[in-house]
């Protein structure tokens, strides 16, 4: 079983940038695949980025690609969303979720455990 714990959200100007965090506990953090996902009020939740166990490979949405980046620290079990050029758009809940297949693509299913979310919300 693998626990997942989101921190760093908070209230951020257009413009800013922010460094989420992903606690991983119960598993070694080597031995899967991380994903970001979002969700805004009213919306689906969506893919924003992923990494692969050991190898950094990463995987990024249109909307993300350039201004957000997914990296690891295994030694810490943590995988961190730095986000910068912050939009209002990118306001929404922010989750982590492990791949237990190494999977680093969009499709939720394909993780296995989720946290509880980090709120980011932009102002204009």
């Known amino acids: 079983q693998v626990q997942l714990v989101e921190s760093g959200g908070g209230l951020v100007q257009a413009g800013g940038s922010l460094r989420l965090s992903c606690a991983a506990s119960?598993?070694?953090?080597?031995?899967?695949?991380v994903g970001w996902f979002r969700q805004a009020p009213g919306k689906e939740r969506e893919f924003v980025a992923a990494?692969?166990?050991?190898?950094?490979?990463?995987y990024y949405s249109d909307s993300a690609k350039a201004r957000f980046i997914v990296s690891r620290d295994n030694a810490k079990n943590t995988v961190y969303l730095q986000m910068n050029s912050l939009k209002p758009e990118d306001t929404a809940l922010y989750y982590c979720?492990?791949?237990?297949?190494?999977?680093?693509?969009?499709?939720?299913?394909?993780?296995?455990?989720w946290g509880q979310g980090t709120q980011v919300t932009v102002s204009s």
């Open positions: 979720a492990a791949s237990l297949i190494n999977y680093i693509g969009p499709a939720m299913r394909e993780y296995n455990h």
């Open positions: 119960g598993r070694n953090a080597s031995t899967f695949a």
């Open positions: 990494i692969k166990a050991n190898f950094r490979i990463t």
